[in-house]
DNA sequence: TACTGGATTATTTTT
DNA sequence: TAATCCAGTA
């Protein structure tokens, strides 16, 4: 018991109170920095120290990262044990539940698990098979779609119910039942079926559902506010017989909408269990309170949220730094100056850094600058290192191995390496197997038997006989020598150390770190199995590679610094078009808008101590030069937060190329960026109706003069004296100048 | 069958 | 800009 007060101490009234809240449904409404995880976990631990199983307790996080560290702290607090308690993602959960169930829902247990890019594949090729016009039926928005159906429990029947007459959504609904169909055939899952079909499970089998009710009489569920339909009944269906569910979550940390997330989950919690406690956190025990008031700010401006007070009591701390540059070359270039500048007159660490962007294509300039300046820096997300080439190779031939219905990884890998097996050949085979209804690599086996594949037949047994003697080695040799096996068998090594090149060696070097993930699966995992170490590599995140322990900046995206906290952030690329991204600001949805300011809100309330926002005049968008303006999301923080002085350097330097009052509607703003970021970019330099000397009137410097107008390049640099702003240079797609009669 | 080069087109965010 | 696609050639 005396463990249990000591414990206790070391949390505030209402964590201590959403600990002790154990039976019935529980809300936790957790503002950013407030403690989440720190309740969760001495949660869990004051249930088993009240004798609960530690196998009685679940608890689902965002990342595998999540996962571990909870389990970790979990292991801190209660000692033993807590290696029994099931602490995972909902995607790891679901393939886990199936694993052992699957065949009842008419699957193979060691199905494969297809990523988007799999998925992407499937599309293709039905697009292909059934001729139609790739200008009109786009493989993403397809799969957008089906993604989007299977999140709200849509099934293909319902899909074509709901589609009525209209053409395209009848097409739509033929190509998801055609996917269903591939997917099924294959004995594969997408990311989205692993949650749809433990749905399925637990409601076809009353029994199953009931063994893991048993099973998880304590649910707890981190950043719910992230959660989507699926997901929603998922946990509902598990929490149904015991009714002990926690979630914890903040509705203004909700930026997942874009994948179904559903944040009336977390809005109507109360009204989906009535009998549900509902506690706030509002004690912010992370930043200082000039960045929390920046955070308060900013998401004021959101409408669809519950009103919160967020607090700190960690002091006023530094003034937000800001930093307005020309090129984006030259904003990575001051932010890589500032830590340099911050590591020897503040005596931080590398790791105390954080840069975060909006979109991945961001990353490649702070990578260059990096490199240059000698900075170590670790790059979260981009490309992932299992999406690349050499890697999806290798296991496709594992997916092959382990279950030879997976018709994506034996096409992929058919001519991998050359076999001098052709698109025609492949596509004969493909045929053979859709007339027969056998699997694409079953069709290849028999491809002796296949009319006009005669010739090529012995390339092709070159290609499937090797399957035989890996699959039968399955049992007594083990994964990292099957897997150099295949290195050497199929030549892949030997194809790659031929080439000479540097990208070649790179290849190399990720197939030895691959070999090295084998292997370190084989030492951790207590039964480790082929389907098992597929099924953990299908389900790593970026943010899982992420080492809080070494000493790196940190780059990633605002997404993926959901979660975590830096004593120093930088976020970068603050312009209309960039955040908000173009694509929330064209739809004109409110409602998008409201998602990128979480998105902002998130990135300011990852700082500790130190904030600075940036953004560039200049910006390369897909080979194009854009001029923006900057971020409605600058605007909405209050000036004062700001450094002395950081905004008058800037007023200076940023000309006016469309000035941005703080006073102004907010409402004309989003137009007014619209506006000038479709001339920036679609146009090509309009004549101009008035030449120098001539009277013009601006919408916000009102009338002036003309004194000179400058080719430069793209468009016409203008420069007005206005009556009452006096000299303002301008470009005259933004400037918008109108003549005076 | 494989490769090259020109044309085309795409852009959030992630399990 | 960068990735992908397609047509024509070896």
Known sequence: MEKTYTLSDTLNREQKEAVLHTEGPLLILAGAGTGKTRVLTNRIAWLIEQGVSPRHILAITFTNKAADEMRERVGRLVGAGSDQIWVSTFHSSCARILRRYADRIGYQNNFSIYDTDDSKSVIKEIIKKWNLDTKVYKDRTFLAKISSFKNHLVDTEDCMELAGSDVDEI???????EYEAQLKKSNAMDFDDLL????????????VLEQYQERFRYIHIDEYQDTNKVQFVFVRLLAAKYHNLCVVGDDDQSIYRFRGADISNILDFEKYFPEAKTIRLEQNYRSTSNILDAANAVIANNRARKKKHLWTDQGTGEKIACYSAQTAYDEAEHIIEDIRKKMRTEGRKYSDFAILYRTNAQSRIFEEKCIGANIPYQLIGGVNFYARKEIKDMLAYLKTINNGMDDIAARRIINVPKRGIGQASIDKIAQHAFEND???????????????????????????EPFFKWRSCLDYLKLSEIFDDILETTGYRAELEAEQTEEAAERLQNLEELRNKIVSYEESAETPTLNGFLQEVALVAEIDSLESHSDYVVLMTL??????????VYISGMEEGVFPGMLAIYSGDEGEIEEERRLCYVGITRAREELMLSWSRLRMVRGEQMYQKTSRFLEEIPKELFQPGAFEHQEKKRISFEDNSYTDAKA?????????MKKASAFTKAPLDYTTGDRVSHMKFGPGTVTAIQDGGRDYEVTVDFDRFGVKHMFAGFAKLKKQE
């Open 559 to 568: 997404h993926g610094a959901k979660g975590l906290e830096f004593p120093v």
């Open 171 to 177: 097409m739509t609904a033929r190509v998801y039942k």
């Open 438 to 464: 056998i699997t694409f690599f079953d069709a290849a086996v028999r491809a002796d038997q296949i009319v006009g594949l005669q010739r090529a037949a012995a390339r092709i047994a070159s290609f499937t």
């Open 196 to 207: 749809l079909n433990t749905v399925r499970l637990f409601q076809t089998d009353a029994q």
């Open 668 to 676: 004309s703003f989003a137009s007014n960026a619209f506006a000038g």
